[in-house]
């Protein structure tokens, strides 16, 4: 059986962000590390978490390499936009099209194969402020 041994000042900064932190992950996580160190088992922490075992050994993993670093989302993840390097040539065909979607998606399907949906650009023009 594995168990975390914490320090005073780490189990106070776990309930901490267990109470006051926004993002979900981190607060499961944190909850997670300090019922560890109150000897839960493994199986029962993961059976509560509703994650594998395995995923509770990696959160333990990198709390021990990390640290309070570990606890949130890494990010990155996700699929990442197809016209990251076309903001340029978005713009243009924008004004050219009047503000026009649909044109501007046909556009990038003949000209780049890029096949999108009217939401993706929708969203891409919302992040870069387009």
């Known amino acids: 059986m594995r168990y ?28 997670c590390l300090v019922l560890s160190h109150q000897r839960h088992k493994i199986n029962d922490l993961a059976s509560l978490f509703k994650v594998s075992r395995r995923t509770i050994e990696r959160w333990y993993d990198s709390w021990v390499e990390i640290g309070v670093d570990s606890l949130a989302i890494s990010e990155g993840r996700g699929a990442k936009t197809l016209l990251n390097n076309y903001s340029l040539e978005v713009s243009e065909q924008l ?4 503000r026009n979607l649909k044109n501007v998606l046909i556009y990038f399907e003949e000209q780049h194969n890029i096949i999108i949906c009217k939401k993706t650009l929708h969203n891409f023009l919302k992040v870069t402020g387009l």
């Open 4 to 31: 975390l041994i914490l320090k005073k000042e780490e189990i106070e900064v776990l309930e901490h962000l267990h109470q006051n932190s926004l993002n979900n992950t981190v607060r499961k996580r944190s909850q």
């Open 95 to 98: 004004e050219l099209h009047n």
